[in-house]
């Protein structure tokens, strides 16, 4: 039997100790994120979440998580963020996205879930350009990484479509 060919994937994930590390704007774009979580509709987790994206001509749409009695109805706000910036901005290129939590006990990074990272990702192959994701918590660390691929590798997508 052949051996197969053995990929490595590897991702290059920055760590930031304290938003102060960060660029102006990242900070900029992680404070409108902290600042929408404070309206998400959470009250079965009690987890509010926002986002932030900033878009090519300088506009920044943010989006939180609304939650639903029928669970699997409500939204992350990473989707909600992106989805309405994709409606009301649909030619305008996605530069970069923040998401953060108001949760005290969330010290690590939120990290967009896998629904969400697929949902990003679609809009990196339709502008043929990576979305920065800038991930925060509330001790103040923070990861970003330089494209939504990089944190879904083999995303799905259909080669008849590119
Ligand atoms: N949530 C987000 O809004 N974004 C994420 O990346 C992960 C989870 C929301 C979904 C749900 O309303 C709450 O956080 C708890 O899972």
């Avoid at 991702?11 to 960060?22: F, G």
């Avoid at 959470?42 to 090519?56: E, I, R, T």
């Avoid at 989006?63 to 910036?85: H, M």
């Avoid at 970069?96 to 629904?115: F, H």
């Amino acid at each position: 039997m052949a051996k197969p060919e053995i990929k490595n994937i590897n991702i290059d994930l920055e760590v930031y100790a304290s938003e102060k590390d960060l660029d102006a704007n990242d900070q900029l774009l992680l404070n409108k994120a902290r600042t929408v979580a404070k309206n998400a509709y959470a009250p079965y987790s009690n987890f509010k979440v926002g986002a932030a994206l900033l878009l090519d001509n300088g506009t920044i749409v943010s989006g939180n998580n609304q939650e639903n009695a029928a669970y699997p109805s409500g939204l992350c706000a990473e989707r909600t963020a992106v989805f309405y910036a994709s409606a009301q901005y649909p030619s305008n290129k996605i530069k970069a996205i923040a998401v953060i939590t108001d949760n005290a006990k969330q010290l690590e990074p939120v990290t967009p879930c896998g629904s969400c990272r697929q949902a990003l990702a679609e809009y990196e192959i339709k502008f043929k350009e990576p979305i920065r994701v800038i991930m925060g918590s509330t001790s103040g660390k923070v990861f970003v990484v330089k494209s939504v691929e990089s944190l879904l590798p083999l995303m799905f997508n259909q080669d008849h479509l590119k």
